[in-house]
């Protein structure tokens, strides 16, 4: 039987002849119909991936030198488009439509010999904290089936929860990595914006979105960050002269770290006790090892959210002005209707409604009269912000939050009251914010048996050593052992 623990025992499988490519994909295809009730994949590649499989094993037997990925099984979150593969953000407005391109993350991932096994679900153009809001319906957190997984990568976090790839890609523009990685048990890395190109990525708040990785062990999304990240001559929000190498996690396993906490983060009324006290011990203990921990002030945190949904909602509404059904995508039905009618009526049909919220939010927010009060004055927040983040990094290397006030609550709580589910993000929100990286790193488990996670940052392009105490962390909680995998 197949089974799968980390990219490396993989490798070292397949080069002892333990297992083929074909096995692998042939395990996940099964696994994927086992799982079907869970709703994590829109669309499954499989006669291509065995095709693949079979490639990549007689190119191995031939000798040839493998890719850092070679025979690796990832799944992509339904916003990252693959040549000539449906691509719809989980929305009816782009139903029927292919991608007539790559994205660069994509390309990188076949050249270093990745199998991309499908697509998987999400919330509608990444809006949403629970996977709720798409045209394929809700996804199932497998650890318990009558909660939400998180989103808006819900299908990215499932599937790799689930045991359905190894490793998967989705995107953060808000926590939509790190909140479904916490929520399932899993590592949800946002890598710092400019990282990743975002050629390729369906565009919900370009000044925000970041593609991210999910796995479950450090070292496998060192690796896949080391192979999508870098410069791209499509996308000039990419760092140019970063090289992203991610060798070893266990470089300084005696490394002392300087680690910051918000106060008011960890007293915040809507933070459950349990988590808060959690998180407390952990960082207690982190100081009984001589790492230095200390709260520091953060009088901001109020203003992270509502500043967020300003400026995204702004952007969204921009970035989805391109929907209009005469380029591609949903057109509707009636043909006798004059111009504007005809774009009131695709949109009005083809978005859903937290889609249409935010863009009318964000009209509202860029419109005359409004700019000023609202897009402005949230702009200004962003830049204290950004300020305040360069001086708490001169004195500490990392920031400790938790990931989301809550574990993973039922399906349906929270869908009626899009205020509290917003509020839910704020501790996600602000690395996107500042650009920062940041991790959720599944540490803990609750007494209502949902597991949960810290969430670690770092400063701009520092991922090594967000991604080495990552691991030196993961090892002590023994999380390698992950009781919360559903396999
Ligand atoms: N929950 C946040 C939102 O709805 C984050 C989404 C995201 O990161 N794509 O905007």
Known sequence: MFTFHS?????????????????????????????????????????????????LDAKRRAGEKPGRLHGVVIGLKDVIAYK???????????????????????????????????????????????????????????????RVPGGSSGGSAVAVQAGLCMVSLGSDTGGSVRQPADFCGILGLKPTYGRVSRYGLIAYASSFDQIGIFGRTTPDVARVLDVIAGEDDFDSTVAKGRSATFPDLTGEPDKKYRIA????????????????????????GLRNEGHTVEAVDFDLLDYIVPAYYVLTTAEASSNLARFDGVKYGYRTQDPDLELT??????????????????????????????????????????????????????????IVLPTSPTTAFPIGEKMDDPIAMYLADIYTVYANLVGIPGISIPLFTHTNGMPFGMQAMTSRFKELPLLQFSHLIMQQYKSYENPTLCD
Do not use: W
């Open 7 to 55: 990219i490396q025992d993989y490798h070292q499988a397949l080069s002892e002849k333990v297992c083929t490519c074909e096995d692998a994909v042939r395990h996940y295809l099964d696994r994927i119909e086992a799982g079907r009730h869970l709703n994590a994949y829109v669309q499954v590649y499989g006669e291509e991936a065995l095709e693949r499989a079979r490639a």
């Open 84 to 146: 000539d593969h449906p691509l719809t953000a989980a929305s009816r407005i782009l139903k029927d439509f292919t991608s007539i391109y790559n994205a660069t993350a994509v390309d990188k991932l076949i050249r270093e010999d990745a199998i991309l096994i499908g697509h998987l679900n999400c919330d509608e153009f990444a809006m949403g904290s629970t996977n709720e809001n798409s045209a394929y319906g809700k996804v199932l957190n497998a650890r318990d089936l009558n």
């Open 261 to 284: 906490y918000f106060k008011e983060a960890l007293t915040h009324p809507g933070l459950d006790p349990e988590i808060r006290d959690t998180l407390l011990d952990c960082l207690e």
């Open 341 to 398: 009618e005809f774009y009131k009526r695709t949109r009005s049909e083809g978005f859903g409604t937290e889609v249409k919220r935010r863009i009318l939010l964000g009209t509202f927010v860029l419109s005359a009269g409004y700019y000023d009060a609202y897009f402005t004055k949230a702009q200004q927040v962003r830049k204290m912000l950004v300020d305040r983040t360069d001086l708490i990094f001169k004195d500490f290397d990392i």
